[in-house]
């Protein structure tokens, strides 16, 4: 089971998942596109025909990042790094606008997001300076530059506005967490998102009535227990976040679009909308709905073969796959991402280096968050935000993006288990 020429051991369950996930996705893009007879399956004017030839080039692909060496990817990351940060600001100058957003470049008929990309890029930096024997997770100031290197990519995506590929980094805090960043950072965020939300629900005021019966709750448990209580950092928790409640508001009605606004709005059930920002979820549960237990079968979507569902092969290419496949046919498609997710858990626990134990569980982290975010978005629990399905949505950087991304932690593996 090597691979032909070489020292490597390639794990084939991780191959067949990913072969799995880009067929079945294919399946889904070729009936969510054909609206009449097909003619041939590489005709370029068609979608399903240009994401067949994406994923025949996919395979030059595979073959050139398992041909490289291992430590090409740790030796040259900072500078993979570096070009994937200049790839992203060059859209301020040379992009092109897609979808209201300016996170692409255009060579022809070609065009190319490099968003995608720089998630790989990200991983493999953050492994490689997590994986420096001076670098202890446990100290501040090491936290503070890996949340760096994760941030500085996000922070020049979201201008473009993308704010679906930018969210996409809050998924790196997992490999941080397992390396030894500290628990509260994790609470931190969840605190935060908790904060946001109550106070798009209840409003400012409401929210901080919430916070003062907290800390009276705090504060009598403590002294219940008789735990000291550091007033001076008692009370400034209190006054940030107070402030960061008045700050949730700007940042609603400042910092974000009024699509953006809609969509929060109809997530949390403070409007209704079926005919405008709530069609396309809206559509997208009638269509899942429709499919019941086993689905109409493939080719037979009547909502799909209406195209009443916009963007339905690309992020809400998971609608089809519920009214085609049903019940059974989502099952188990999420049965598959999981398998594939906990396969490089698994594979990553196993490496013998930070660096390859860091990446992989960026791999695994990027690919649930995209995964558990987007069919919650179909399914109506999220805003929509613009995040395909990896492996099934149609869209040729999309695809190339996720399979460097496992290729070269697969590749990483196949050395890894070989040398032990």
């Not at 072969?19 to 079945?24: A, D, N, S, T």
């Not at 992989?360 to 919650?376: C, E, K, L, P």
């Not at 399914?379 to 496992?406: K, M, N, R």
């Amino acid at each position: 089971m090597g691979y032909a020429g070489s020292r490597m051991k390639i794990d084939w369950w991780t191959i067949l998942l990913y072969g799995l996930l880009v067929g079945f996705g294919w399946l889904n893009i070729y009936s969510a596109s054909l609206r009449e007879p097909a003619e041939g399956l590489f005709n370029m004017t068609q979608i399903y025909g240009k994401q067949l030839l994406w994923i025949m080039l996919s395979f030059g692909l595979i073959i050139f990042v398992l041909a490289l060496d291992t430590k090409f990817y740790e030796r040259f990351s900072s500078l993979i790094y570096i070009a994937a940060l200049m790839s992203l600001l060059g859209l301020f100058v040379f992009g092109q606008t897609i979808n209201g957003a300016n996170s692409w470049y255009h060579f022809g008929t070609f065009s190319l997001q490099p968003s995608e990309f720089a998630k790989a890029a990200t991983a493999l930096a953050l492994g490689k300076y997590m994986g420096d024997i001076q670098t202890n997770m446990r100290e501040l100031k090491h936290q503070w530059r890996a949340l760096l290197i994760i941030l500085i990519p996000a922070m020049i995506i979201i201008p473009q506005p993308d704010p679906g590929s930018a969210l996409v980094y809050a998924a790196f805090i997992f490999p941080l967490y397992r390396e030894g960043l500290n628990y509260l950072f994790l609470i931190l965020a969840l605190s935060v998102a908790a904060l946001f939300i109550g106070t798009l629900l209840i409003g400012p005021e409401g929210m901080i009535v919430v916070i003062v019966l907290l800390a009276l709750a705090l504060f009598l448990w403590q002294k219940r227990n008789r735990q000291r209580i550091v007033w001076p950092r008692y009370i400034m928790g209190i006054l940030l976040t107070i402030g960061l409640t008045f700050c949730v508001n700007y940042v609603f009605n400042s910092v974000f679009e009024q699509r953006h606004r809609d969509r929060f709005n109809l997530v949390l059930g403070k409007t209704v909308d079926h005919v405008s920002i709530g069609y396309n979820t809206h559509q997208s549960e009638i269509a899942i709905g429709s499919g019941r237990w086993f689905g109409k079968g493939w080719l037979q979507g009547t909502q799909t073969k209406g195209n009443f569902v916009p963007e339905q092969h690309t992020d809400y290419i998971f609608s089809t796959i519920g009214e085609e496949w049903g019940f059974v046919g989502s099952v188990f498609l999420v049965i598959v991402f999981m398998s594939l997710v906990l396969r490089i858990l698994f594979l990553a626990e196993r490496q013998k280096s930070v660096f390859g134990r860091v990446y992989g569980y960026s791999v695994a982290s990027i690919i649930f968050f995209h995964f558990m975010v987007n069919i919650g978005m179909v399914v109506g629990l999220f805003p929509t935000v613009g995040i395909p399905l990896p492996f099934l949505s149609y869209g040729g950087s999309g695809l190339w993006g996720f399979t460097l991304l496992l290729f070269i932690f697969i590749k990483m593996d196949s050395v890894n288990y070989i040398n032990r």
